[in-house]
């Protein structure tokens, strides 16, 4: 079964912060998410502040902002690294911002992707 994109920013990527905020000093950098669809919303991925937080609405200034539909993120976090770069080449994301950063977001993919221990 795809993944929930609410699930992975409401629950998983928060869970994954709380457990392992060191994880979040290894990005560095504050991310805005725009996902259009039925599953999508706007959420930000703040991984300077102490401790690390992710949640809904636009909070602050990002570093970079990524655009997308649910079905297209969706592919990004059941798919790993390799669906992640399918989609970002493809054109399917929008990046505006920091262009770099995108090297920094399969981290915090992998992050919501791991189990909780």
Known sequence: MPS???DFFD???PDALRRHPEKAKEVAATFLFTIAGADGGTW??????????CQ???????????E????????M????????VQVFLSGKLKI???????SRLSRLLQMGSAPAI
């Open 4 to 6: 929930s994109v609410k």
């Open 96 to 102: 505006i911002g920091d262009p770099m950063l995108i």
């Open 44 to 53: 930000t991925a703040d991984l300077i502040s102490s401790p690390p937080i």
């Open 11 to 13: 629950r998983r990527v």
């Open 68 to 75: 997308a539909t649910d079905e297209d993120f969706r592919i």
């Open 56 to 66: 809904p609405g636009c909070i602050g200034q990002p570093h970079c902002t990524i």
């Open 77 to 84: 976090i059941d798919g790993g690294a390799q669906a992640a």
